[in-house]
């Protein structure tokens, strides 16, 4: 038969799967089939089109369903490559390398429009404006459309490759490396907020109108790479590590607070299992009476809400240290080959985080108090804070600056600058590891403390475990791989600000992302701020034992379902 190759654009997209009663099908994860590498994300009338950069596919997509129609059978060639995709009324926007094209729905045969010096990561047109983001170049460039004159040009929010789309008087930009969608004013491409994204690498962006609530559902695509294990029944060892395109669409979903300066993004609800088991000893080496032992519990934040703790194993007693819950486990006595298995198990509603401040507003702050100096400021963990080598990386992080904000970024990138990251077989002092220059993640904390804490900059430890970050894996037990520590420091007048330790440390010199400065992705657990996150306590004079040779720990998360979006 011979195919149909009129109006591309015009073909039937298949009927929506019937779905299960309650859901709404327009709040789902879609994963087109046949699709390899996501770049692009318009709307055409009800449906969605997508692209796909390896085989130079435009994909018609129903929102409910994961079938996809190819609507450039005759023009694949012209797309493979592409990069950014917007739709203004009939005409069809798209970058490659480093020019511009467009081309009529009906046609799709390109016609070029501008070209850069640089490559073009993303597209966005909006009535008589397009806007044309490049990573090389640093900035968004503003073209007339009818002339491709240029009005303006806005800098980059971001470090990574950006795609674009607009609605009314918004610019919207996701960056790949930053995970970070942010939302600009289009006329001077002053930022209003930004959220984290909770999956990596996200690649495109547009909003698509629910058809019965007639809200805008913010639609995100994601294109990445995942290791898994292949069966090769032809290698010797026929199991074998190997790596797979990753790429799907999912809603974004955005909670905007302006008084608190900070919004959050897609929400899940997490079980955390956090259980100890007691180790037997040799007879006569241990005997202990009248133990307590302390577990912190997870903390309740802006972006972290506890709905249920209940013990496991044993009961505990709840105390609070320092404004933090402790489950306290108490032991009459243990005695040589005695066995338990004791902690807690907690129900958690968790979202990403990303604060907005800005220089300005930090430029007027009140001074710290003087409980927070002598609780803050001060070396309370072998900081190494008097030692001539961290006292000098302390003057030289910051230099003459006075601006708080800046103070601390600058103290990340020197961090940044001189480490690596790296598994250590024991936390080290400040001093030893900046001579070193590969730390683990304590590590790192450890020298942010030193340095933070001598410019008069508050922080605190905060720990102690992540989930996997696998956001789609639903009720499947998952176990972290590390435990994880990272910062938060402290603005008089408004609060304390989280910080990742390692994270963002990702490219040899910077430029380095500010994802998780001022920000927290959603599989971050808050435990323990400013205090230890487990300790044992015995009677005077008894034999000293570390927790290590006592217990070993269990930890699992499971991730229950996406909570709901914000009403």
Known sequence: MQANTASPL????????????????????????????????????DRLVLLDSVRGFLLGVDPTTDSATVLNPLHVEQFVDAVGLAIWQDTLWFARHDSVYYCRLD???????????????????????????SQRLGYITVFERETAR???????????????????EELWVCDRIEQTVYCLDRATGEQQFCVLTPFDSPTGLTFYPHP???QDILYVCYASEEPYIRDNPNAEDPLELSIRDRTFVHPLYIHYNPQQRYALSNGYLIEMYYVEELLPTE?????????EWRIALPATTDRQKVHKVEPIGRPFVEEIQQGQRVAVFKFDSIKPHERHLFGWKATLAVHSIKYKLTLEDVDRIPPLSAEYQAKYLVDDDELAMDTPTIQEAARAAIGTETNILRKMLKIRNYVYDRLSYGLTARIDTPDVVLERGV???GEYVGLLLALARLNGIACRTVGRYKCP???????????????HVWIEFYIPGFGWLPMESNPDDIAERGPYPTRFFMGLPWHHAEIAKGIPFETISIPTGAMEVAIG???????????????????
Request: with cysteine; glycine share 8%.
């Open 283 to 291: 007879e006569g080496q241990v005997h202990l009476d009248n133990l």
């Open 549 to 567: 040779d006592l217990a070993i720990n269990h930890i699992r998360f499971t991730i229950l379902g996406e909570l709901p979006p914000p009403s």
């Open 212 to 214: 019965q609530t007639k």
């Open 439 to 441: 730390g683990s993640c």
């Open 150 to 168: 240029e009005i303006t040009r806005f800098p980059m929010p971001g470090v990574g490759e950006a795609n674009l789309t607009l609605r009314q």
């Open 469 to 483: 970050p696998q956001a789609d894996l639903h009720n499947v037990p998952l176990q972290p791989d590390y435990n």
């Open 107 to 133: 046609d799709l045969t390109p016609q070029h429009f501008v070209s850069l010096d640089y490559s073009v990561t993303g597209v966005g047109v909006w009535e008589s404006t397009v806007y044309v983001a």
């Open 10 to 45: 015009m073909q039937e997209l298949p009927a929506p799967l019937p779905l299960l009663p309650g859901q709404d099908p327009w709040r789902r994860t879609i994963r087109p089939i046949g699709t390899y590498v996501l770049n692009g994300i318009a709307v055409w009338g």
